[in-house]
């Protein structure tokens, strides 16, 4: 069984939503251990690469999770209304999921968000 590990921001921002949306997310997220590959997951989830280290998004509804897997555990680093970034997506006139990944993946203050969650992460 995979644990799934939220930072405090990640976190914070889950607890915002009403209960539905959070299961509507986590059901979205159901990854078993034998598909934390990245392949299994490139395949089913978006792909963001910064630096040679990636970061997966998966899309339930509304709302946009960023993860990155790790031994037995799938990391949150950021729970985002697709609003959030619906004007950097407009802005940039973005088709497809491939193109949209690729211009994230370039987006300094996308990885500003990132970053800042990634510095409350705490693993018990």
């Known amino acids: 069984m995979l644990q799934i590990v939220f930072n405090e921001i990640s976190a914070a921002e889950l607890s915002h939503l009403?209960?539905?949306v959070q299961f509507q997310l986590l059901d979205a997220l159901n990854i078993r251990p034998d598909e934390l590959?990245?392949?299994?997951?490139?395949k089913r989830?978006?792909?963001?690469?910064?630096?040679?280290?990636?970061?997966?998004r998966c899309r339930a509804g509304d709302y946009r999770v960023y993860f990155a897997p790790g031994e037995n555990m799938i990391r949150i680093?950021?729970?985002?209304?697709?609003?959030?970034l619906g004007d950097f997506l407009y802005?940039?006139?973005l088709t497809s999921t491939a193109e949209e990944d690729a211009s994230l993946a370039q987006s300094k203050?996308?990885?500003q968000l990132i970053d800042e969650g990634a510095k409350t992460l705490k693993i018990a």
């Open 77 to 84: 680093h950021r729970v985002l209304h697709k609003n959030t």
């Open 37 to 42: 590959s990245e392949a299994a997951l490139t």
């Open 18 to 20: 009403p209960a539905n």
């Open 91 to 93: 802005r940039s006139n």
């Open 109 to 111: 203050n996308f990885w």
């Open 45 to 56: 989830f978006g792909v963001l690469d910064r630096g040679g280290k990636k970061f997966f």
